[in-house]
């Protein structure tokens, strides 16, 4: 699943999974600590693209890489999002944290 | 009417079969797309809840967890019941934004997810004894009150 994990200048681009639940958290969680760790990245970008459903354990994923891109001075994106994972994302106070792009007509 | 019951192994591959069964089961009820969100939302924290908190990470694999449902009318029930350690203070595991488990990242939004997506959400437990979450949510366009002629 390494395809999944791309670093394109200081950014790490993550492609997340269609459903984000507790299964899937730590593996991603897990990748994206590795690679900020390298010091390859400093930014971090979700693509919500494929993803169709996501639960309280996608809000741990994205609060916790952004609790670590701070010591960087990094910001977390948010990209592709629709709007099931846009209330997800309001709900849990992230907007106020990291930048949100939104799939067209969202 | 309509009623269902499952049990399976409290691991988490299986939230996805639950929130999968659920949503199949309430289609002869006509729901919206956003509606089928809501309730799979709601429905996978059960299950996180009951996998995670319930029997905790390194669990017996004979440890289960069961989900009931059941349609009245236009109205969808969802039970689901786990045997793990139960919950010391209901209201206390109810506040948004608090969690036992802050180093595995749980967020503590779960209870609050659940209340937000559903109409009505009930929480039995006791420590030792396990948890029991139902959970009801109204399905579809028509209001909650027949209209007089």
């Given at each position: 699943m390494e395809e999944y994990f791309k670093v394109i200048g200081n950014y790490l681009m993550v492609k997340l999974p269609e459903e984000i639940d507790h299964h899937q958290a730590n593996y991603i969680s897990r990748n994206v600590d590795k690679i900020l760790m390298q010091g390859k990245a400093s930014n971090v970008v979700f693509d919500f693209e494929d993803t169709k459903?996501?639960?309280s354990s996608g809000i741990g994923i994205i609060a916790g890489r952004y609790k670590k891109v701070l010591c960087f001075d990094g910001k977390v994106y948010a990209i592709n999002v629709d709007?099931?994972?846009?209330r997800i994302l309001y709900m849990s106070g992230l907007d106020k944290m990291i930048e949100i792009l939104y799939k067209e007509g969202n | 009417m309509n009623r269902m019951r499952m049990e399976f192994r409290a691991v988490s591959v299986n939230e996805s079969l639950a929130?999968?069964?659920?949503a199949a089961f309430m289609t002869p009820l006509n729901p919206t797309l956003e509606e089928i969100s809501d309730v799979k939302t709601a429905v996978s924290e059960a299950v996180t809840n009951a996998v995670i908190h319930g029997y905790g990470e390194d669990h017996e694999s004979d440890e289960m967890v069961v989900m009931e449902c059941r349609i009245e009318k236009d109205v969808l029930h969802i039970t689901i019941m786990d045997e793990g350690v139960?919950?010391?203070?209901?209201?206390?595991a109810m506040e948004p934004l608090f969690t036992t488990?802050?180093?595995?990242?749980?967020?503590?939004?779960?209870?609050?997810?659940m209340e937000a997506f559903m109409d009505d959400l009930h929480v039995e437990s006791e420590p030792g004894k396990g948890t029991k979450v139902h959970m009801i949510k109204k399905i579809g366009l028509t209001p909650w009150i027949e209209k007089e002629d």
């Open positions: 459903f996501m639960d709007k099931y994972i846009k | 929130r999968m069964t659920v139960g919950i010391e203070n209901i209201d206390k488990k802050p180093e595995q990242e749980r967020s503590g939004m779960g209870f609050s997810f």
